[in-house]
């Protein structure tokens, strides 16, 4: 579906994720929802409403298409969002708890 550019071009290494406790590599400082777009299923969350999963769409912020939970933290929009070495990612199901919700 998606593909990534040559990272020789970009020169800024790489690291290592945990994607629903799977290990992904990313290039460092890469968005979470590039990631996603590239890492089966291919989708970031599922509605709250009808469980219909979601992946991320306009990549800059706006749509809240990409909203997966980080680190613990939930409804973190992934376009926004770079990955860094260690960090462990969610797709986030349905409704999330309000406990954990960024206010960002």
Partial sequence: MFRK???????KGTVSITIDGLPVA???????AAVLLR???FTA???PIS??????????????ECLVEVDGR???RGCMTPVRD???IHRQAGRPDPVGV???
Avoid: H, I, Q, Y
Wanted: overall charge negative; glycine content about 10%; charged content about 25%.
């Fill in 86 to 88: 260690g960090m462990v």
């Fill in 74 to 76: 939930t409804s973190m």
């Fill in 51 to 64: 469980g219909a999963k979601r992946a991320p769409f306009c990549m800059m912020g706006a749509c809240f």
């Fill in 39 to 41: 890492t089966p299923p």
């Fill in 45 to 47: 969350r599922t509605s």
């Fill in 102 to 104: 960024s206010e960002a």
């Fill in 5 to 11: 550019l040559d990272v020789s071009e970009l020169g």
């Fill in 26 to 32: 990313a290039d460092k400082d890469e968005a979470v």
